[in-house]
């Protein structure tokens, strides 16, 4: 490679990594990752209305059972707790309230699995304890039949 073309490639790379570090895209990564957490909330929120009306038809030993469901999976979550965040191939260390964003959205979304478990085995003919299906709505997106 003549060493003018690895003058141009090296100036070229240089200030590729200097917009990278410019505080102007960092303030601009930022309103990225606080608009995705944005998302992920309320699609949690959804998802948890979806979960809360499945436990309005069922009794207390359900309750107890996706209890049971969510600390299994919270315990086979490689976070063990800590308020990390992964967003285009970058983590975050999350503090304040943004770690307990982040820790509620973990919690609905594993009642979620928990829920869509129970669904999937009543789907099957599995009846898990005293687990009923809804009678007036789906029971897969939760929709008013």
């Given at each position: 490679m003549p060493p003018v073309a690895k003058a141009?490639?090296?100036a070229k790379r240089t200030a590729e990594i200097a917009e990278l570090m410019s505080p102007r895209s960092a303030k601009?990564?930022?309103r990225k990752?606080?608009?995705?957490?944005?998302?992920?909330?309320?699609?949690?929120?959804?998802?948890?209305?979806?979960?809360q009306s499945i436990l309005a038809v069922n009794d207390n030993s359900i309750l107890k059972a996706v209890g049971l469901i969510v600390e299994s999976l919270q315990r086979m979550?490689?976070?063990?707790?800590?308020?990390?965040?992964?967003?285009?191939g970058k983590t975050y260390h999350l503090v304040g309230g943004e770690a307990e964003l982040v820790e509620?959205?973990?919690?609905?979304?594993?009642?979620?699995?928990?829920?869509?478990?129970?669904?999937?085995?009543?789907?099957?003919?599995?009846?898990?304890?005293?687990?009923?299906?809804?009678?007036?709505s789906c029971c897969r997106c939760g929709k008013e039949v």
């Open positions: 141009k490639k090296k601009k990564q930022e990752l606080k608009n995705f957490l944005m998302e992920l909330d309320e699609r949690s929120e959804e998802r948890e209305e979806y979960t979550s490689p976070t063990n707790g800590q308020p990390d965040f992964t967003f285009e509620n959205i973990r919690n609905r979304n594993y009642r979620y699995i928990a829920i869509r478990l129970l669904v999937a085995c009543a789907e099957w003919g599995i009846r898990p304890g005293n687990f009923n299906l809804p009678q007036d």
